[in-house]
């Protein structure tokens, strides 16, 4: 039986693919052994990207074929888990810890794996083609395996925000945007060369690499840029 395109891409990826779905921050979490401290640093550093991450979907939007179900789960996911939207989903799951007040959205609030992740989105849906976009946007869209299917059915230890959090992406509309990232994937591989595919299978991988690296920042607590005081 051949591969997907999808699945060539993720085995392509295996080695960044374990480290991102059993990446240290995730596993603590299953064990009920991650440190709050920890959990708060994703979230308030996943703040500005999300921002990027609408921006590359609405990018999507102008280069995806009319009518497509990329582009209609694109709009979905735009009009009903909008910026403000998400960012106050945060805000409140961060109140239920202690942390109160607004998250910061704009690029003076990036770290600098956020950054780097976020570059490489909108970059690519900048200068990409669908097929590119869709590739490079599956690896974050597949946190409805990587964190929904894996807590899906268990009770996640801890403090009740971690399973609020983990809840999201349970969600109808974010598990149909990775499902039609994986379809357009399909479909732009069989209709480009194998220089396009090579180009789509790349990055994909490196949006898996900066998935393992925005959890080491969490993980290790490391947000500062080189030369900021403290340095």
Avoid at 8 to 32: D, F, L, S, T
Avoid at 36 to 52: G, H, L, M, R, T
Avoid at 71 to 92: F, P, Q
Avoid at 95 to 110: D, F, N, Q
Wanted: charged share 25%.
């Amino acid at each position: 039986m051949v591969d997907s395109f999808v699945e060539r891409c993720r085995r392509h990826a295996c080695g960044a693919w374990r480290a991102y779905r059993h990446h240290p921050w995730i596993e603590a979490m299953a064990a009920g052994t991650l440190p709050v401290e920890k959990f708060v640093s994703f979230q308030v550093n996943d703040a500005p990207y999300i921002s990027d991450l609408h921006r590359a979907l609405a990018l999507g939007l102008a280069k995806a074929p009319t009518g497509s179900a990329w582009s209609k789960a694109a709009a979905t996911v735009l009009d009903d888990v909008w910026v403000l939207g998400e960012i106050r989903a945060k805000e409140e799951i961060l109140a239920e810890l202690g942390v109160t007040g607004k998250l910061s959205i704009g690029p003076a609030a990036y770290i600098p794996a956020r950054e780097a992740y976020a570059n490489h989105l909108v970059r690519t849906s900048l200068e990409g083609s669908i097929g590119d976009i869709a590739s490079a946007l599956l690896p974050c869209a597949m946190f409805t395996e990587v964190i929904g299917r894996r807590f899906a059915d268990v009770r996640v230890a801890g403090p009740s925000a971690y399973q609020r959090w983990a809840d999201i992406y349970v969600q109808r509309a974010v598990h149909r945007m990775a499902q039609v990232h994986a379809e357009m994937m399909e479909t732009e591989a069989a209709r480009t060369d194998e220089a396009g595919r090579e180009r789509m299978q790349l990055l994909y991988l490196r949006s898996v690499q900066h998935q393992v690296d925005v959890f080491d920042a969490a993980w290790h607590l490391d947000v500062r840029w080189p030369g900021e005081q403290g340095d």
